[in-house]
Structure formats: C-alpha cells, structure tokens
C-alpha cells in the first residue's frame, strides 16, 4: 500500500499488528510520514515489538538455564506451593518440558495472573514429558513439621512423575531428596522446568483449594486458598479449626477450641 494512498488510520492499524519483518517494511515507507497519527502508531509499535523480544530472550533464557544446570538428557524441575498457608496441603510437582515447543510465556507462577496460569498450565499438560504432583495433608504436616514434610512431598512428585531423570532442579536451598538434585533460588524464576512446576503446583492446588471452599463454607477459602487472609483469621477466631487446617500454624488465631 503506497503512503500516498493510504489514510493515517489505516497506517495505524496496520503498524498495530506488524510483526517485525513488516515492521521493518512498514518503517521504511513511513519513517518520514509527517503525520502525527502515523508517527505515534510507529513508535507505539516500536515498544511492543522490544517487549516482545525481551520476552522471548526471558523465556530462551530459562531454557538455556535449564540445560545448563540440568545437562542433555531429562531434566525434572520441582516446586512447591501452600508451604506458609493456614489450610489445605503442601502440594508439589514435578515436570519435565521438552527443549521444542516452547512454552511462551512461562514464568514464576507468582508472577502470573489466575488466567495466565490457567492457559500455561494446559499448554504444560500438552507437552511436557511427564509430570508427578504430591500432596502432604495437614494432619500430616502438624505431625512431622514443614522440613519433613517438603522432604516427603518432593520425594512423592518425583517418583509420581514416572521417569528417570538425569537431573533434579529444585528451587530454592537444598533439599536433599535425590543424587541427582540441584538446587538454585528463585530457580521458579529462572529455569523453565522449574517455572513450570510451579504452575502445574499453583494451578493444581487452588483447585483443590476452591473445591474445599464448598465442603468448609464461611472460610473463605475459594478466595484466600488456604493462607491467612484476615477474612480466614476472622473465621478461624469465630468458628475455630476444620479437618483441613494446620493446627500447628494456627495457635495464635485460634480462641474457640478446635472443631475436631
């Protein structure tokens, strides 16, 4: 479309969906454009497609540091969620992506929106080489303690995910629950297979967490998914423990005695 015959609207819209081969055209036919409307499309343009490659050179680099840590052959990558909450379980996963396709998008789940988390978690489902989730009840974490209980419920995902992996990345400081482990902190930000447990965890818990919500009404557990949102402290003083609260995480809230 010669510039002469193209309205600035028009121009507009098509810098608003160039990729960056037509925007390289697109830029060369309209670098000079003296209109105002065209010149802002331009620009506007310009700054998506650089956040575009930072993205890209984000996610290309947590792939990259997967191998790095990880070696050529299977990677598993770990990660848990739920570990400070109120109520429910310590959940983790355990998963193995592929090095094609890529998973756009990955990223530490706390870093994600419920939405986001829901589309990368099916995307994961789709290609990933295996995954392995364990849960670690209450009663459970009350009886052993948080250290004993990560211990367990990474051990559980990693022989849930059916394979033998080469290596183990785990986020955050060692753990010591396989020869193979290597751990690395803020690795759920760093590592793609790392960052995809984390999803597969978050994704897989709050599930669970909204389906208690209906069984434990009042809680407000479908919204705070088990942690101590002052709604879940206010119904803890007001109602005290269900089943599915942590009774050692829950002392200083509780001042009725407990349900069970």
Same mark, same amino acid.
């Given at each position: 479309?010669?510039?002469?015959?193209?309205?600035?609207?028009?121009?507009?819209?098509?810098?608003?969906?160039?990729?960056?081969?037509?925007?390289?055209?697109?830029?060369?036919?309209?670098?000079?454009?003296?209109?105002?409307?065209?010149?802002?499309?331009?620009?506007?343009?310009?700054?998506?497609?650089?956040?575009?490659?930072?993205?890209?050179?984000?996610?290309?680099?947590?792939?990259?540091?997967?191998?790095?840590?990880?070696?050529?052959?299977?990677?598993?990558?770990?990660?848990?969620?739920?570990?400070?909450?109120?109520?429910?379980?310590?959940?983790?996963?355990? &998963?193995?992506?592929?090095?094609?396709?890529?998973?756009?998008?990955?990223?530490?789940?706390?870093?994600?929106?419920?939405?986001?988390?829901?589309?990368?978690?099916?995307?994961?489902?789709?290609?990933?080489?295996?995954?392995?989730?364990?849960?670690?009840?209450?009663?459970?974490?009350?009886?052993?303690?948080?250290?004993?209980?990560?211990?367990?419920?990474?051990?559980?995902?990693?022989?849930?995910?059916?394979?033998?992996?080469?290596?183990?990345?785990?986020?955050?400081?060692?753990?010591?629950?396989?020869?193979?482990?290597?751990?690395? &902190?803020?690795?759920?930000?760093?590592?793609?297979?790392?960052?995809?447990?984390?999803? &597969?965890?978050?994704?897989?818990?709050?599930?669970?967490?909204?389906?208690?919500?209906?069984?434990?009404?009042?809680?407000?557990?479908?919204?705070?998914?088990?942690?101590?949102?002052?709604?879940?402290?206010?119904?803890?003083?007001?109602?005290?423990?269900?089943?599915?609260?942590? &009774?050692?995480?829950?002392?200083?809230?509780?001042?009725?005695?407990?349900?069970?």
């Amino acid at each position: 479309m010669a510039r002469s015959s193209a309205t600035a609207h028009e121009v507009a819209a098509l810098f608003a969906c160039a990729d960056e081969d037509e925007f390289d055209r697109l830029d060369q036919r309209y670098a000079d454009d003296p209109r105002k409307q065209v010149q802002h499309a331009r620009e506007v343009a310009q700054r998506r497609l650089a956040r575009e490659r930072r993205e890209r050179e984000r996610v290309l680099g947590m792939y990259a540091k997967a191998r790095e840590l990880g070696g050529p052959g299977l990677v598993l990558g770990v990660d848990e969620v739920g570990r400070g909450a109120l109520a429910g379980p310590l959940t983790v996963a355990a &998963v193995a992506l592929p090095d094609d396709p890529i998973v756009w998008g990955i990223n530490d789940s706390k870093q994600l929106t419920p939405a986001q988390r829901e589309v990368l978690a099916a995307r994961i489902a789709d290609v990933a080489l295996a995954i392995g989730i364990a849960h670690i009840e209450p009663e459970s974490i009350d009886a052993v303690g948080m250290a004993v209980a990560l211990r367990m419920a990474m051990k559980r995902a990693i022989e849930d995910a059916g394979v033998d992996a080469d290596a183990v990345l785990i986020d955050g400081n060692p753990v010591h629950v396989s020869p193979k482990e290597v751990t690395l &902190v803020k690795g759920d930000a760093r590592v793609s297979c790392i960052a995809a447990a984390s999803i &597969v965890a978050k994704v897989t818990r709050d599930a669970l967490m909204v389906s208690l919500a209906e069984e434990y009404p009042g809680y407000h557990l479908a919204e705070c998914k088990g942690y101590g949102s002052p709604e879940h402290i206010a119904a803890i003083r007001a109602h005290g423990l269900t089943p599915i609260h942590r &009774v050692s995480f829950c002392g200083n809230f509780l001042e009725t005695p407990p349900l069970f």
